[in-house]
């Protein structure tokens, strides 16, 4: 499977350098070194080149490079905008997949959402967070950059007696612009991964 993964890779990445190459850096909000791209992704720094793409040193070849590269191919000249945060059964097209959205971005989270309060300051630097709008509600949230011209919204509640914990992600207004929905799924997936990582897992 690795290998479709990787080939997948490739192949965009051959599409991004014939059809854009480095001029489309400020598309993707990436800055230019050489015939690379340099960015942070899923909190951690991003190097592409044409021979491939790696997360802190390490190359990727698995389903978080094929994000990658896709975000390169899709990602529009405009810029980053945060608000309204959308909800994904909001996008057009998702209501097949908002089951799978909730189980694989939402509800991993949720047993730990208490680490993940104490280990917000170190979620928020590795992925260049900052505070979100007021009036969202939750007992805490927290706004994330998984790519550099998408934002993801997390809001978070402790349990109490009378309800369990819980947890919604929401994306930027315009994140359709940058990646197609099923790229939009996974990017919230993957980015529910790391933040469990960051927090230890538990």
Do not use: W
Request: charged share 20%; hydrophobic share 40%.
């Amino acid at each position: 499977m690795t290998e479709g993964y990787e080939d997948l890779i490739e192949q965009n990445l051959r599409l991004f350098y014939q059809q854009r190459g480095t001029s489309a850096a400020p598309h993707a909000g990436a800055r230019v070194q050489g015939d690379s791209l340099l960015f942070r992704a899923f909190g951690e720094e991003c190097r592409i080149d044409p021979g491939g793409i790696a997360l802190s040193g390490n190359r990727v070849t698995g389903p978080i490079g094929v994000v990658i590269s896709l975000y390169l191919l899709h990602a529009r000249d405009e810029p980053l905008e945060i608000m309204p945060f959308l909800a994904f059964k909001d996008f057009p097209g998702s209501m097949p997949y908002h089951g799978a959205f909730h189980a694989n971005s939402e509800m991993p989270l949720v047993p730990h959402v208490p680490g993940i309060r104490r280990s917000e300051a170190r979620i928020r630097t590795a992925f260049q967070g900052e505070d979100p709008p007021e009036g969202l509600g939750g007992d805490f949230s927290f706004v994330l950059l998984p790519l550099p011209k998408i934002a993801l919204c997390y809001i978070f509640y402790l349990a109490d007696d009378d309800f369990p914990a819980s947890v919604t992600c929401l994306f930027s207004s315009n994140a359709v612009s940058f990646l197609p929905l099923d790229g939009l799924a996974d990017t919230a997936e993957y980015t529910a991964r790391r933040i469990i990582h960051i927090n230890g897992g538990g």
